[in-house]
């Protein structure tokens, strides 16, 4: 079962707004490989406070009329219509504030904390072509800005537009040749080409840098589980773990590698990380689970009871996991067994669960044969179409985007083609390009 919550970055990139009162000047807040990876953010304070909470949200809600009506009665100023743009996107309103920071570089371009602002609004929105167009602004005004640089680079990754996202990460490389940062930045551009063994290789260069990013480690561990290095991959997730135990994504995946352990002894461990991560990524903690990492969770206290002998408890652990991620096969095959070995009215349903399974087994199988199709055949229009569609229809966007794309290059007339690109191209957040796809 794949973990999928680790991505290749030294820190979040959901800075905040900066000040777009300052006169032209950007100063872009710095991605710190060794900044907190879960920080307490306002919203957690104020349910541990919620007199001063409400207070605070009295004072904004005031300040947030104010600069509406300065917008409204001065909807020529560039920097008003900032302001308020700026304020609606703190205040969680991000398609609102995009409007009027879109307005207020249409009425002033210079002004580049408003591109900013827009470019990590539209980023937090998945609005990716718009937040790599604002990036690329600001950096026309200030090309020394290396956090920019990455956040660009950052953006166009999963856009699928690896040689910008290349080139972005090597000119944030010559402004900072040693950042720690800029080599796991550099290090994800090689991911992204599959290039596992060079990116290991700077991700290895950055910890020699800053051995003290757990995040680093952590990214190093998600390569090395991929390549089927289980042992370095437990070793480098046991550095992030011992740097940042209160991470519980970090323990989650610590206990993903201690589950596929031939080790009998790695079974205790594995319940005391599990119960740990479990405790840290429950709805009320700092940094709760996603759906796909609390499924994982549930997935394996399924095991862990299933090896004590407590089958129902193992079925209602699956159970909950099938239910946050039904996509995924090990549990449809787990939960598949579970209620066919407990016979009755749950046998049907097991059987009926396997069902599920094998043809989902028989659409991966498909995907494997369509793939090897459109390679032994690139010229093949209807065989890069096929696979695309596949692709699009199990959500590898980056890949459908890609063999659509030759699709469409090699079958120009079809419009079948053209809009199964085109909503490839919405999925990823290329909205400009989806549209100009069916011209």
């Not at 919550?5 to 807040?29: D, E, F, N, Q, R």
């Amino acid at each position: 079962m794949a973990l999928g919550v680790l991505v290749l970055s030294c820190a979040p990139h959901k800075s905040s707004t900066i000040s777009s009162t300052s006169s032209g000047k950007t100063t872009t807040a710095p991605l710190s490989p060794n900044a907190d990876p879960t920080p307490k953010t306002s919203i957690q304070n104020q349910k541990d406070n919620p007199s001063a909470g409400n207070a605070r949200n009295v004072i904004l809600n005031e300040e947030l009329r104010n600069l509406e009506r300065a917008a409204k009665s001065h909807s020529k100023d560039a920097r008003s219509q900032a302001r308020y743009g700026s304020a609606l996107v703190e205040s969680g309103k991000r398609r609102e504030g995009i409007v009027f920071l879109r307005r207020a570089v249409v009425l002033d371009p210079n002004l580049t904390a408003a591109w900013h602002n827009l470019a990590l609004a539209a980023e937090q929105q998945s609005w990716l072509d718009i937040a790599a167009d604002a990036y690329k602004h600001v950096l026309i005004a200030k090309p020394d800005l290396v956090g920019e640089w990455i956040k660009l680079g950052y953006v166009l990754l999963p856009m699928g537009r690896f040689d910008e996202a290349e080139r972005a990460f090597k000119r944030a490389a010559v402004f900072q040749p040693r950042s720690s940062e800029v080599l796991v930045a550099l290090a994800s551009s090689e991911f992204a080409y599959f290039n596992y063994d060079t990116a290991i290789t700077i991700l290895k260069r950055a910890i020699s840098l800053n051995p003290r990013s757990a995040a680093i480690h952590a990214n190093l561990a998600s390569i090395e589980l991929d390549r089927g290095k289980r042992a370095e991959a437990e070793s480098a997730i046991r550095a992030a773990y011992a740097l940042a135990p209160d991470v519980p994504r970090y323990a989650l995946f610590l206990a993903r590698i201690l589950a596929d352990s031939p080790h009998p002894e790695n079974r205790a461990e594995m319940k005391t990380v599990l119960e740990r991560a479990s405790s840290l990524g429950s709805n009320g903690g700092a940094t709760p689970f996603t759906s796909a990492e609390r499924a994982l969770a549930e997935y394996l206290q399924g095991l862990i009871a299933n090896q004590d002998g407590k089958k129902a408890e193992a079925i209602a652990h699956w159970r909950k996991s099938y239910a946050l991620d039904p996509g995924q096969p090990t549990t449809q095959l787990a939960l598949a067994h579970a209620l066919r070995n407990s016979g009755g009215s749950q046998e049907t349903e097991g059987n009926r669960l396997l069902e599920v399974y094998q043809k989902s087994q028989s659409m991966r199988d498909r995907a494997r044969s369509l793939g090897q199709e459109a390679e032994t055949h690139p010229n093949n229009g209807r065989a890069r179409y096929a696979y695309g569609k596949l692709l699009l229809e199990q959500n590898n966007l980056v890949h459908a985007e890609w063999e659509l794309h030759e699709a469409v290059r090699l079958l120009p007339h079809d419009m079948k083609a053209k809009r199964l690109l085109a909503t490839a191209l919405r999925k990823m957040g290329r909205t400009y390009e989806a549209d100009s796809s069916m011209k």
